[in-house]
């Protein structure tokens, strides 16, 4: 009998996790990789005429928001195949998928597999505000997608829209070269801006199972009020902390920020009311500034897989009903965090925002899938049940965090762990 075949799309982190796990179970994986590269969104790509949508958004000088293990190989790269975009993916009436690719400077060609996991994450197409008068702003626009290094905005005055992590490095690292910076908080306050070491340790060791699981929010968001009281310290500009508690809200990790703020380099303005073509800028507060070079959206991503019909992922009309027009944005109708209800054999993996690091949840998920097309754990429920979990997981969503469309994806990481890893017969597979 022959190994069933499963196509995996995107060779980063997650997607080799996912071929050696299929090759672990006795799996035939190939994996579909764009670029000639593996690492995905982690490997910095510089920009240039050849390349000038990157899948990475890495900037020359990121660090990762999470503590990282070293990981060994295992001889995965004769299962990739390299400069290969998956262009559709279409599911058959035995419940196989048809998938069609083209590697490049070769012809289309399509393959079916018994079972795909899709592992192309969530950090790929830039979402951009919508102000009035973008068009006719005469100055550079870009998403910070596409930001790399700080010299391009040397002695240049840059407005950087949005304050979670990476408007927050991008505007500290300009502030040593620009002129000025502005950076513009969209909802009037900055975030909560906790420390990246805590007593000398990465703040995600502290992240415990106890903590996330068993303490009551009440006594975390003390905690972690105290923590930024006693090593960030409140904001140097009187009205800017935040007026949420830090658990309705993906935290930011920036510990020099404020020192920008107090010196001067870095000047925060509320949200953009308009743009305007003499390169000057409005804002909500009737305040403005002129000779404005460059704007960085700091703004996110959407969630999109360009390969698949959308309801497949959001859940289609009647799920979209339920929710308001910025949250539907980016709405992810999955079970388990990973499977549609009504597509069989197709997984989503990675695509979670974890308050922790997301590989060994990546991982987590590639052994789950492996194991439930191997047997080894049983099939999903009803599709009835399964979207009554999703729509129960969206409801605790939606209570703890204000309504964004960053929100539509968090995650706490024991709980995601532990959804995966408490049936007995799938543990002692392993």
């Not at 620009?178 to 007593?199: D, K, M, N």
């Not at 105290?226 to 809200?249: A, C, E, Y």
């Not at 289609?316 to 054999?345: A, H, I, Q, S, T």
């Not at 925002?353 to 047997?375: C, H, K, N, V």
Request: proline share 7%; aromatic share 10%; with cysteine.
């Amino acid at each position: 009998m022959s190994k069933p075949q499963v196509a995996i799309i995107g060779a980063g982190p997650t997607g080799l996790a996912s071929i050696k796990q299929c090759i672990a179970d006795n799996l035939d994986p190939v994996c579909f990789e764009a670029t000639s590269y593996t690492a995905g969104l982690w490997r910095y790509t510089e920009i240039s005429e050849e390349n000038n949508d990157p899948h990475s958004s890495c900037y020359n000088s990121v660090v990762i928001n999470t503590s990282k293990e070293i990981v060994e190989k295992f001889q995965l790269i004769p299962h990739i195949k390299f400069n290969t975009t998956v262009l559709n993916l279409t599911i058959l009436p035995d419940k196989r998928w048809n998938v069609r690719c083209v590697t490049k400077g070769e012809e289309e060609t399509e393959q079916v597999f018994d079972y795909v996991m899709v592992c192309t994450g969530h950090h790929r197409y830039p979402r951009l505000p919508n102000y009035q008068g973008m068009d006719q702003f005469q100055g550079n626009q870009i998403h910070s997608h596409f930001y790399r290094v700080p010299s391009d905005f040397a002695n240049k005055r840059v407005v950087v829209v949005g304050c979670g992590n990476s408007g927050m490095d991008i505007s500290v690292e300009l502030s040593g070269v620009a002129s000025q910076v502005y950076i513009c908080t969209r909802r009037g306050t900055l975030p909560w801006i906790l420390p990246r070491l805590l007593h000398g340790k990465p703040i995600d060791h502290y992240n415990s199972r106890f903590y996330t699981t068993w303490l009551p929010s009440f006594v975390k968001n003390y905690f972690i009020k105290r923590t930024v009281k006693t090593t960030i310290g409140p904001s140097p500009i009187p009205g800017l902390d935040p007026k949420t508690n830090p658990s309705n809200s993906h935290p930011t990790l920036k510990t020099n920020f404020y020192d920008c703020l107090s010196n001067g380099t870095i000047i925060v303005k509320p949200n953009i009311s308009r743009l305007n073509k003499d390169n000057s800028i409005e804002f909500l507060d009737n305040t403005k500034v002129e000779n404005i070079d460059a704007i960085i959206y700091a703004t996110g991503y959407k969630i999109e897989f360009p390969f698949l019909d959308s309801k497949i992922v959001n859940g289609g009309g009647e799920v979209l009903k339920m929710f308001d027009e910025e949250y539907k944005e980016n709405l992810v109708w999955l079970y388990k965090r990973m499977f549609p209800p009504k597509y069989p054999n197709i997984a989503f993996l990675g695509l979670v925002q974890l308050i922790g690091a997301i590989f060994p949840l990546s991982e987590m998920q590639a052994r789950y899938i492996t194991s439930q097309i191997t047997g080894h754990i049983p099939s999903h429920p009803p599709i009835s049940e399964m979207n009554k979990e999703i729509k129960e997981h969206q409801a605790s969503l939606q209570k703890r965090y204000y309504t964004s469309a960053r929100h539509t994806i968090q995650g706490d990481y024991f709980q995601e762990l532990d959804n995966l890893g408490t049936i007995p017969a799938f543990l002692c597979n392993n």
